[in-house]
């Protein structure tokens, strides 16, 4: 009462005010005397219930704005109201007097004992609003000066203030529109938007007013009557009249039958923007789990580093920051995307700044490598297909919804299963290596000895071409050690070695051709093809 009213009356006068200079930009000055005032019953409850202090918040414009007092004088002093009930002409009651009087200096016993609870409320409301107008998603912020908003009114220039002279404060003439659609709708019962919205415009517009209006005069006088204009259709002379009638007959079906052609294609387009989306959606939960079944595989092979002592260890041996951060990464990716630890999570850079390699090293040994005794690991990398939200249950589920769930647990498993097929593809053509994945980051010095099993790659010459085939073997022993390469006596699988080749010998494997992400001649690892047949089974 005290808040609302008037500020309906500035937002709906706003652009009739330009005579006094009080424009659309002015009226953060209203914003700012209602924060103020809330700020005062915030501390003090009781201020709420002081009618010398809520019925004054806007005094401080009267000066400028003598047409709101006279406003506000006449709606809390002298506007009458109809008595339920009541038709005579003398029943009307000055209501919002009566009401005001009551609120501020009740009577009523009940009203009375309210007192301690109003006051209790009144802080708690004034703490929300106070709230609220502060909200930094909220245009009111802009406009509170004890807030320094960009649009309060030390930040307003006189240019704009004068911009916003003759503008209006609301958007009135935009919801007039949609209001009379709304009735015209809701007086139609099943009548179509069509009609409705065309209904809504010529009402809108007054096109079929008659100023019958003028007719009904109640207790004015006859000369009180002021001039109305009749709407465009009664402008036009008798043909033209007739002439849209018969038109607007003639045409009615053939519009109303391409109004509905047109929504059936708007939900057909609809429905097919939604498939299109949910198609896409699909496709990029398949691209994000063939890549997070290499991060889930690694977990469980050599790759991982599973203590700290071993990623601090692994880490310092690494040669750049490149490599450092790259495998770092790795590491965080196995448990977030690999296994579905959300814990595990950590940006690569934030407000502009790119995280270090030891950053995110001290997340990896802090957070991410303990997860291991809190975290289950799973039996497959995640899969996020689109689906209905979760959301609290009540009573049995229904069958439909069993149904549903069950359809789209085969349409993960279907997706899950052509990702991978996918995926074997891509490797069949070069694209990807479990084997490269799986191996360790840095090269066996420590624990390369006797019944190691290794891979080595060996060029071979096979109808006039070229080819490299991994070897497999185990070490017999270590003939020699130094920190560029290990000599080593290496027994080949028989099955895979070339005809009349010896199916031992010394090998020199060096650091430098240690798994590396480029195949060449020489280069070697570690056998993990049991480790991969263990994690497809």
């Known amino acids: 009462m005290a808040v609302i009213v008037p500020m309906r009356w500035l937002a709906g006068n706003t652009h009739l005010l330009e005579h006094r200079k009080w424009g659309e930009a002015d009226m953060c000055i209203a914003v700012d005397l209602v924060y103020n005032a809330f700020l005062e019953v915030e501390k003090n409850g009781r201020m709420m219930l002081r009618e010398s202090f809520m019925m004054n918040i806007f005094k401080p414009l009267y000066n400028k704005l003598p047409e709101l007092k006279e406003y ?5 002093e002298e506007k009458e109201t109809r008595v339920i009930g009541e038709s005579a002409v003398g029943s009307r009651k000055k209501g919002i007097k009566l009401v005001k009087s009551e609120v501020f200096s009740p009577v009523d016993a009940d009203n009375r004992a309210t007192h301690q609870c109003c006051c209790w409320l009144s802080k708690d409301l004034a703490s929300t609003l106070v709230l609220e107008m ?8 802009e406009l509170v000066t004890k807030l320094n908003g960009k649009r309060c009114k030390k930040n307003t220039t006189a240019t704009q203030k004068k911009a916003g002279y003759g503008i209006r404060a609301n958007n009135d003439p935009a919801e007039q529109n949609f209001a009379v659609f709304d009735d015209a709708l809701g007086q139609m019962g099943r009548g179509g938007l069509d009609r409705a919205s065309g209904q809504g415009m010529v009402r809108f517009n007054h096109d079929y007013e008659r100023a019958c209006s003028h007719l009904v005069t109640g207790r004015k006088s006859k000369s009180e009557v002021e001039p109305t204009e009749v709407g465009l259709f009664h402008q036009l002379c008798q043909k033209l009249q007739d002439s849209l009638i018969a038109t607007a ?6 519009q ?25 959606k699909f496709v990029s939960s398949r691209k994000k789990f063939k890549e997070a079944s290499w991060l889930h595989q690694q977990y469980k092979s050599p790759r991982c580093w599973s203590t700290r002592k071993q990623a601090l260890e692994e880490f310092n ?14 590491q965080i990716l196995m448990r977030y995307l690999g296994c579905g630890w959300e814990r595990a999570y950590h940006p690569w850079s934030k407000n502009g700044t790119t995280y270090t390699a030891t950053e995110l090293l001290e997340h990896l040994l802090k957070v991410v490598i303990p997860l291991s005794k809190t975290e ?18 009540l009573g049995t589920q229904t069958k439909d919804l069993e149904c549903f769930e069950k359809s789209m647990e085969n349409e993960k498993l279907k997706a899950m299963l052509e990702s991978l097929k996918e995926r074997e593809k891509e490797e069949l053509l070069g694209i990807g290596d479990q084997s490269e994945y799986m191996n360790a980051v840095n090269w066996p010095e420590k624990i390369l000895k006797a019944g190691y ?13 070229e080819k490299l085939v991994w070897v497999p073997g185990v070490v017999v022993r270590v003939i020699h050690k130094n920190c560029e390469k290990i000599t080593a006596l290496v027994k080949w699988d028989a099955n895979s070695i070339g005809e009349g080749e010896a199916d031992e010998s010394d090998e020199e494997l ?22 991969m047949k263990r994690g497809s089974s």
């Open 249 to 254: 007959k003639d045409q009615f079906e053939l």
């Open 317 to 330: 041996k690494l040669p750049s920051h490149t490599q450092q951060l790259k495998y770092v990464k790795e």
């Open 256 to 280: 109303h039958a391409e109004h509905i052609t047109k929504l059936r294609q708007q939900k057909e387009r609809k429905a097919n923007k939604k498939e299109a989306a949910r198609i896409a």
């Open 376 to 393: 289950d690991y799973p039996t497959d990398a995640p899969f996020e297909l689109p689906g209905l939200p979760v959301l609290p249950t």
């Open 134 to 141: 502060a909200n930094p998603t909220k245009v009111t912020r």
């Open 72 to 76: 506000l004088d006449w709606y809390f």
């Open 510 to 531: 060096k650091k430098n051709l240690w798994n590396p992400d480029q195949p060449k001649a020489g280069a070697w690892r570690q056998d993990v093809r049991d480790l």
């Open 453 to 465: 099993k290794i891979e080595k790659l060996f060029l071979y010459h096979e109808e006039e071409e």
